[in-house]
């Protein structure tokens, strides 16, 4: 194989990795979320746990979502898995929809260790940033099987308030 052409292949498959990390930094970067363990997680301690990786102080993980817009209305669905609905706080501020709540860590009944933690508890706050202005007194939110989902009407520009929605 010739050095120019090895330098083209190196150079070529350098510049991909570069854009598929650009493209995954842009796409996860509002996903990703910090969970801060409080009174109510009940984690396990470092003791109970053989996984070097686990720090129970520090917990990320990716709330993932998708956002669809029509002419009157705009739909947000948000991955928080593992919770129930009482345990989210959802409220529209200004420009954005805030999702704030706590997981908990559930522990088993039987004697033994924890041999790998890559879940992540504790309280979190996800911001997602509405594109257009809502009617946030008309919201509606739902949740099944792990997946939030929040109906904003879409209004014309003006003054911004705070709302909360009740899950229903």
């Known amino acids: 194989m010739k050095l120019d052409t090895l330098k083209e ?18 796409s996860a970067a509002e ?17 109970e746990v053989d996984d070097d990786a686990y720090l129970p102080t520090m917990g990320w993980s990716m709330l993932g979502g998708d ?5 009157k209305r705009l739909v947000i669905r948000l991955e928080v898995p593992g919770m129930e609905k009482e345990d989210l706080d959802i409220q529209i501020h200004d420009d954005s929809l805030l999702v704030t709540g706590e ?14 933690m890559q879940r992540a ?8 940033p509405l ?11 739902s949740y ?14 003006g003054t911004p308030k705070v709302v909360s929605i009740n899950v229903g």
Not at 103 to 116: N, Y
Not at 132 to 139: F, G, L, M, N, T
Not at 144 to 157: F, I, S, T
């Open 9 to 26: 292949n190196l150079g070529s498959f350098w510049d991909n990795m570069a854009e598929g990390w650009r493209h995954l930094r842009q």
């Open 31 to 47: 996903a990703l979320t910090r969970f801060n363990p409080g009174e109510k997680t009940n984690m396990p301690a470092r003791a």
């Open 67 to 71: 956002m669809f817009e029509d002419d």
């Open 103 to 116: 997981k908990r860590f559930e522990r088993e009944s039987s004697e033994g260790r924890w041999r790998v």
């Open 121 to 128: 508890y504790g309280s979190f706050r996800r911001a997602v």
């Open 131 to 141: 594109r257009v202005p809502v009617k946030a007194d008309q919201a509606r939110a």
């Open 144 to 157: 099944k099987n792990g997946v939030l989902r929040v109906e904003l009407p879409k209004r014309e520009a």
